[in-house]
């Protein structure tokens, strides 16, 4: 079973819009979740990270992390034609220094 | 700046030989890792280092190796190049909770 599961996409969205990505993980006692955005042709960068559950929210970004679900998500307010991208969800596994990524969610914002 | 680069950028070699990719970081971050990513796969992990002569498997190492003599690089060497290892690479350093990555290289194997 693979250990991040993320929706291919395409995901699309109307300019000004909020984009929604998704992730779950598999391992119950992960601690560090993250988000990379990756642009075509182009190496990921990090964007968010969060720890505990609940929101957390830097600009137009927001991170949501609910462990009891196993759940995480990355909310993007007033979308941009910049946003658009492939967003990649990663998950340290207990234990590891490790980072393990999902299959990334392919996001393109309709101007 | 400190920072983190990758050679070649991109390569093309053919089956059966024996191909070493460079990673090379300036940060003197302990934790490096080695990616492969393909179109449907996203990032998998090949190998891992956490320190000067550590090295550790990942979910995709056959056919690749990797050895930390310094700090500062960790060298991916393909022993016996497959077509099946026709991919993009990207090297990462991380210390704490950020990983930083590479430009990444692309190889071709025919």
């Known amino acids: 079973q693979k250990e991040v599961e993320q929706n291919s996409g395409p995901l699309s969205v109307p300019e000004g819009a909020i984009a929604s990505l998704n992730c779950t993980y598999s391992?119950?006692?992960?601690?560090?979740f993250f988000w990379y955005r990756q642009y075509s042709g182009k190496s990921p960068e990090l964007i968010m990270s969060?720890?505990?559950?609940g929101d957390k929210e830097d600009g137009r970004f927001t991170a949501q992390l609910n462990k009891a679900s196993q759940y995480v998500s990355l909310l993007i307010r007033d979308s941009q034609p910049s946003d658009s991208a492939t967003y990649l969800c990663?998950?340290?596994?207990?234990?590891?220094?490790?980072?393990?990524f999902g299959k990334g969610t392919r996001l393109h914002i309709l101007p | 700046d400190a920072e983190i680069t990758q050679s070649p950028r991109h390569k093309i070699t053919e089956t059966g030989r024996q191909v070493t990719l460079a990673c090379h970081q300036t940060?003197?971050?302990?934790?490096m890792f080695w990616y492969r990513q393909d179109l449907g796969h996203g990032l998998r992990l090949i190998h891992y280092?956490?320190?000067?002569?550590?090295?550790n498997k990942g979910e995709v190492s056959d056919g690749y190796s990797v050895s930390r003599s310094n700090t500062e690089d960790l060298p991916l060497t393909l022993e016996s190049a497959a077509s099946s290892q026709t991919s993009v690479y990207f090297c990462?350093?991380?210390?704490?909770?950020?990983?930083?990555f590479g430009q990444g290289t692309r190889l071709t194997v025919v």
């Open positions: 990462a350093s991380k210390h704490g909770t950020e990983a930083f």
């Open positions: 990663a998950v340290n596994p207990s234990g590891d220094d490790k980072i393990i």
């Open positions: 969060i720890y505990s559950n």
């Open positions: 391992d119950r006692v992960s601690q560090s």
């Open positions: 940060w003197n971050h302990n934790n």
């Open positions: 280092s956490y320190g000067v002569h550590d090295t």
